[in-house]
Structure formats: structure tokens, C-alpha cells
């Protein structure tokens, strides 16, 4: 059986955003770039069946303000939800109106990575920014980024002043780490309109606004759910859940993300099953955008230790994922709403949506019976593929609320109308016979 081809990937740089993460705001910064880059991506010619990557990489500025790596990761969860929420939802409505597919062959997979960056930083040894030795995933640096060598065919730019900007310090960085020998990686590098510069920085003085002060520190976060057809809403939970495990904690803590996934059996009653994907296929899906947040090491490098381990009981199946020594994902396959949740005590914080807000506080209402303290919950939006107030004009491409049940069933339609185009076919060739 021949190999499955990779599919296409590309990088886009977005500019700091503006200082408000409210929809209408990032609209204006980023619809116009977003909607050409999309757009342009999902018509790249490939032998694969798969839909093309787009990995775009947005500043989070308020990373480099004063005291910013003594923040608990938990204290800038609310403004960096809010940023990346807002985004897949404008990656969304665009995909939807313009009629451009978030899976399979002409489709796109847009992927959201966090950037500590700020336009008054020069990487230079004498900022203390070695390549390779700054944060990991799901926030890096610009020199780990470039680093990293992903297998970029194209880099997207967007042309303003800080769009030209961001992209000269990271091809900069590139020739720096690289020089120019036969290692230097050759991207095709494409500028794309946006608008004006319409950014207003994060003053030193708005720190204290941006954080949660009474958050908690966390090593064990869990997330749980059913991750049939990744979608934006799964990328978001995911990024959220990524993000709480504190990196700045003490030596040789342990530091665990929990992705509970719904077992095959109690999924026979759901919607369009028929074209629900296999666990198998989930928790690959799960893994791989997991990875591509969280490990930026170069090629070279030796890659994550991946073992599955079957147990008796509860939760007996589980995924161990081991990227480092310190930092382990685990998918674990779950046969109801708890999962480990009220198995393993260590576990200190749950992610939810914000339509799943009370399966966190039954966990919580479990974990009282057993005299296990409470988990800290956070939760994420609920992601709409509508412009807000638009009526749902999009809704004949995808329902508002991005949900899988939406996706298999345009799945269903697609294998529908394609058998029909094959019966149609046949039909047209037995009538006109041979030539």
C-alpha cells in the first residue's frame, strides 16, 4: 500500500493585536488577511487526501511585560481564551462564508500558535534569547519558532509596518541560526493585504488588568469530551488546556495534560454515526494538534516517547505521550462524564465549554463524596461560525453553533451527492455505449 502523502503546510505571521479582544476588533486587524490567506491555502494543488496546514502565529505582546514570567499561567488564561477564541471564530465565519472546508482533500486545518513577542525586542545574545532555550509550547519565542524548521512550503506576511516588521525579525533569525548553508530552510515567502496599522499597544501600567489574581498554580490539568472531526471548538479547548500547566514550577514537576476521550460504545446513538471516527482516529487527532502546539524542537531532534498501556477498571486504556521529563500528554479513553477526574486526585483543574459548565461542577460534587478537594474550572466560549447579529446568513454552509454533528452531516452529504455523481456517471456511460 503506498504511502499517504503529507499534505501542504504553511506558516502565517500575524502583527500584535490590538489591545481590545473583542470580535468586531480582530475582525478589522486580521478578517481581510485571513479571508486571502484562507482562501489561497485551500487551493493549493496536493496528492494529499488530507486538508492542508495553515499554522498562525499571533503575538500575545502582554507576555513580555514586567513580571510576566512570575504570572501563573492560570492568571493570563482569561485574555489569551479570549484572543484565541476570538480568532477561531473569524477563521470560522470566513471558512463558512467563503465555502472553504476545515478537513479532508481542498480543505484547511488552521492551527492558532501562541508567540511571546514584542516589536521592542531585538534578538540578540545580549537579550538573553538563545535559540532552543526559551518557553515551550503552547507559548514560544520568535528564535523557537524559526528554530523549529517545520516543513513550511510558504510563509504568509501581512504588509503593514508591523507585519513587515515581525517578518524581517524572523527571517533575520533565520539567517542567524542558519546562515547559509544547505540546513537554511527555502520558503516562499508571500505579503498579503490587511489593513492600516490600527494597533494599541499594551502599556507597561495594564498588566495589573490582565490578570486573575486569585487563580491558583496548576501541574494536572484535564479536559474531557468526544473529539469526533477536530474542529475550531476542539482547538480551543485544547490550546486552554495546553496552556495552564505551569512551566516556572520547581525542579523535576511533573507537569500532565489529561485529554479524556468518549469511548466508541456510547457513541452509537449520536447523530450521523455512521461517520463518526474511530477512537483510534480521535485520539491521533487529538495528539497530532496537541504536538504541533507543544514541541518546537528542530528535525534533529529525538521525538516524543509514545506508549499505550491497557489496565483493568476505570479509564483502562490510555495514550502516554512523554515529550520531555518533566511534561506527559495522556489520552484516555473514558465510558462516562468523569473520566479520571474522580480517579485521580493529583488532577487540580478542568477545562470546560461554556455548554459543558456544569458537567465540571458534577466532577466537583464526585470528587466532595470522596473528600478530594475541588478542581479549579475554566472554561472556554462557545464558538459561532455566524457574523454576530448576522441572522445565521451562513447557516447553509455551517450551522452557527461549529459542532461535529454538523460535520458528519456534511460528510453524509458529501458521500450522498458523490454516489450519485458516480451512478450518474455509469448511467451516461452505458447509454452512450462504447466508443
Not at 525579525?169 to 533565520?174: C, G, H, V
Not at 495589573?208 to 477536530?230: C, M, W
Request: with cysteine.
Amino acid at each position: 500500500m503506498p504511502a499517504l502523502k503529507t499534505p501542504p503546510r504553511s506558516l502565517l505571521l500575524l502583527p500584535p493585536p490590538p489591545s481590545l479582544f473583542l470580535y468586531p476588533t480582530l475582525k478589522a486587524a486580521y478578517g481581510a488577511a485571513l479571508s486571502s490567506v484562507l482562501s489561497s491555502v485551500s487551493e493549493t494543488t496536493s496528492d494529499s487526501l488530507e486538508a492542508a496546514v495553515l499554522e498562525i502565529a499571533v503575538p500575545i505582546p502582554y507576555h513580555y511585560l514586567p513580571g510576566h514570567t512570575q504570572w501563573p499561567r492560570s492568571q493570563i488564561y482569561d485574555q489569551t481564551q479570549k484572543l484565541v477564541a476570538g480568532l477561531y471564530s473569524l477563521i470560522s465565519t470566513v471558512c463558512a462564508r467563503d465555502s472553504i472546508d476545515i478537513e479532508g482533500k481542498g480543505g484547511v486545518n488552521a492551527r492558532i500558535l501562541l508567540i511571546a513577542y514584542s516589536s521592542d525586542l531585538t534578538y540578540t545574545n545580549d537579550d538573553g534569547f538563545m535559540p532552543g532555550k526559551s518557553l515551550q509550547g503552547p507559548i514560544v519565542d520568535l528564535p523557537t519558532l524559526a528554530l523549529s524548521r517545520r516543513a513550511w512550503q510558504r510563509i504568509f506576511s501581512v504588509h503593514s509596518e508591523e507585519g513587515e516588521l515581525l517578518l524581517k525579525q524572523f527571517l533575520d533569525l533565520t539567517d542567524h541560526i542558519y546562515g547559509s548553508g544547505s540546513k537554511r530552510p527555502c520558503w516562499d515567502v508571500k505579503r498579503v493585504d490587511g489593513v492600516a496599522d490600527i494597533n494599541t499597544p499594551i502599556e507597561k501600567h495594564q498588566g495589573d488588568q490582565l490578570l486573575e489574581p486569585n487563580r491558583k498554580i496548576h501541574y494536572s490539568v484535564a479536559v474531557g469530551g468526544t473529539f469526533d472531526h477536530l474542529h475550531a471548538g476542539h482547538k480551543l479547548l485544547l490550546t486552554m488546556t495546553a496552556l495552564l500547566p505551569e512551566p516556572h514550577g520547581l525542579l523535576n514537576q511533573q507537569r500532565r495534560i489529561i485529554v479524556g476521550i468518549t469511548q466508541d460504545e456510547l457513541l452509537k446513538n449520536k447523530k450521523y454515526a455512521e461517520f463518526l471516527e474511530s477512537w483510534e482516529d480521535r485520539q491521533q487527532g487529538v495528539s497530532s494538534f496537541l504536538l504541533a502546539l507543544l514541541d518546537y524542537s528542530p528535525p534533529e531532534a529525538t521525538s516524543p516517547d509514545i506508549c499505550q498501556v491497557s489496565r483493568s477498571g476505570p479509564n483502562e486504556r490510555v495514550v502516554h505521550i512523554k515529550l520531555d521529563p518533566t511534561l506527559e500528554i495522556e489520552c484516555v479513553a473514558i465510558s462516562d462524564p468523569f473520566g479520571p477526574t474522580i480517579t485521580d486526585k493529583s488532577i487540580s483543574a478542568l477545562v470546560v465549554s461554556g455548554e459543558t459548565r456544569g458537567g465540571g461542577q458534577a466532577v466537583n460534587a464526585k470528587r466532595g463524596e470522596l473528600g478530594w478537594s475541588a478542581l479549579e474550572v475554566f472554561e472556554v466560549d462557545v464558538l459561532e461560525a455566524d457574523e454576530p447579529g448576522d441572522g445565521g446568513k451562513f447557516g447553509e454552509n455551517f450551522d452557527g453553533k461549529i459542532s461535529s454533528t454538523e460535520l458528519r452531516r456534511r460528510w453524509g452529504e458529501k458521500s450522498a451527492q458523490l454516489h450519485r455523481d458516480r451512478q450518474e456517471q455509469m448511467s451516461r456511460s452505458f447509454v452512450a455505449g462504447p466508443g
